[in-house]
């Protein structure tokens, strides 16, 4: 079985100190097979806040797969944000932007959905569309196959449809006849699984809610996701747990899971 821990939107700069220590905890006895940080990893780009991500991420001492958010692009110093966006991000996660991680049993695959002329909301391009589906295609038949984003592509509620991902309708159609499973994202501090419909084959959203920081949605918890595949009481099925914090005893706890069945030949 693989295992794989969703985080998103820590926020360094308004992380939690109670709750750092509690995923650091939970990180621990869980032992993923993958970390999947999807972007807005700091406040606002500053460079003691990708320090201390990164000396958070080097602690846990498990690989990393990391796309940036919106958050992770200088917003006051407008300089910086024209001429070198991603310095910050790139001296503490390194060069890739695109970061893609493969496995007998997973494929994941970053995508960089931010961009230096928006202030929150993403984009996909033409190009990047492609460059996914065509590694989606060459999958194997054994690997679950995950897109990783920033901004959603599903919302449960239409209040957050401004929010969805530009170009995410055309994403998904050719992700979906490329074979993808799951498209993970985070952004708005919600966490939720939803079915995609009027695809080619079942195609899953996972979002994560924030995992650390004080930016908590609708007074909703701190929450993070781990991803469970392969060999097991279930083959064939991807179950999807939430795990959520509880400031009663700083712990994470699960609070429910999603089964997700796969299409495969």
Known sequence: MSLLLQISDTHFGTEQPA??????????????????????????????????????????????LAVPGNHDIPLFNLAARLLWPYAGYRRAFGAELEPTHASEQLLVLGVNTTRRWRHKHGELSARQIERVAARLQAADAGQLRVVVVHQPVAVPDTHD?????????????????????????????????????????????????????SRTRRGGPNSVNLLRWGAGAAPGVCVVERWDYAREDRRFHLFGSSPLTPARP
């Open 19 to 64: 709750v750092v220590q509690a995923l650091a905890q939970l990180a621990h006895e869980a032992r993923p097979d993958l970390l999947v940080l999807s972007g807005d990893i700091t406040q606002r780009a500053r460079g003691h806040q990708f320090q201390a991500a990164r000396t958070f991420i080097d602690g846990l001492g498990l690989p990393l």
């Open 161 to 213: 449809a401004n929010n969805l991902l530009r170009g995410h309708r055309a994403a998904l159609q050719r992700w979906a006849e490329a074979g993808a499973d799951v498209v993970m994202g985070g952004h708005i501090h919600l966490p939720y699984v939803l079915p995609l419909r009027g695809l080619a084959r079942p195609v899953w959203a996972v979002q994560a809610g924030t995992a650390l920081s």
